[in-house]
């Protein structure tokens, strides 16, 4: 059973963590870099792997014992109750652009299920913080106060998703749900999560997402008041389709997911 100081020591570990993954990604911000593509055709760079060593290298010290799984380098210790979850910059093709719609994403799971979520903007010095249970942390010059927004109906909402070519064959799901919406805006990665737990974004929809690239949002987003569930409106997990619903308003939930099943909401 976790303790206070065991959650204290996770939080310390993380923020050590994103502490040196900044640096390490602000040297390289708008600079000359190469950019490769993996076998998915994503991108990385010098900057990501260099970030995810980092990191590895402070929680394999802070957290002996835990699990580590990152985008650019795999797992280790993979039968650990705990397991840390790394995306380095979620957000690849905004940073080798010079946009600083980007993040550093850390989570800690705990037997499948995030705990503690951290978003990173190393860049405008933003930061979001999240633990299971209590209300989101934010530090940063510009934002105001944690706490999403009231939205009673999709059709005052604004809707926002990372990438069309997301979509893939989903697309038609996807294109309900945003006729039915106030606007539709583009790009974001995981920085448009943390504005929607800044009530800036009401609904979030997309696909293909792989763990390190939602369980860090997961509490942050919850611990804002807001949820996060696939298109059926389940709860996310491990195994789970990569289709990812958030909402800040839960009222929005339902309406939501019956336009991406492409039914109507029964009135009850």
């Avoid at 060593?53 to 990152?70: F, S």
């Avoid at 940073?95 to 980007?102: E, K, L, M």
């Avoid at 294109?175 to 919406?181: D, K």
């Avoid at 539709?184 to 009530?199: F, I, K, P, R, S």
Wanted: charged share 20%.
């Amino acid at each position: 059973m976790a303790t206070a100081e065991d959650d204290e020591r996770h939080l310390q570990a993380a923020v050590c963590a994103a502490d040196h993954a900044g640096d390490i990604i602000r040297r390289w911000f708008r600079a000359p870099l190469t950019a490769e593509r993996k076998s998915d055709k994503s991108p990385v760079t010098e900057a990501d792997r260099g970030a995810e060593r980092a990191m590895r290298a402070v929680l394999a010290e802070a957290c002996r014992g835990c699990g580590l799984l990152g985008e650019e380098f795999g797992l280790e210790n993979p039968g650990a109750a705990y397991r840390w979850v790394l995306d380095p910059i979620d957000g690849t093709r905004a940073f080798i652009t010079g946009r600083p719609t980007f993040g550093t994403l850390i989570a800690l799971v705990r037997d499948g299920v995030p705990i503690l979520g951290l978003i990173d903007q190393p860049v405008t010095g933003e930061r979001w913080i999240g633990i299971r249970g209590q209300k989101t942390r934010f530090s940063g010059r510009f934002g105001g106060g944690v706490g999403v927004r009231p939205c009673p109906g999709l059709d005052e909402a604004e809707l926002s998703c990372t990438s069309p070519e997301l979509l893939g064959g989903q697309a038609p799901r996807w294109q309900a749900l945003a006729g039915a919406v106030a606007r539709v805006t583009w790009g974001g990665d995981c920085y448009a999560y943390g504005l929607l737990a800044l009530g800036h974004i009401d609904i979030i929809a997309e696909c293909d997402l792989k763990i390190w690239d939602w369980a860090a949002l997961l509490p942050v987003v919850e611990g804002a008041g807001g949820a996060m569930t696939d298109w059926e409106g389940n709860p996310l997990h491990p195994a789970c389709n990569g289709q990812v619903l958030a909402t800040g308003d839960a009222r929005l939930v339902q309406p939501a997911v019956a336009k991406l099943r492409g039914s109507a909401v029964v009135a009850g």
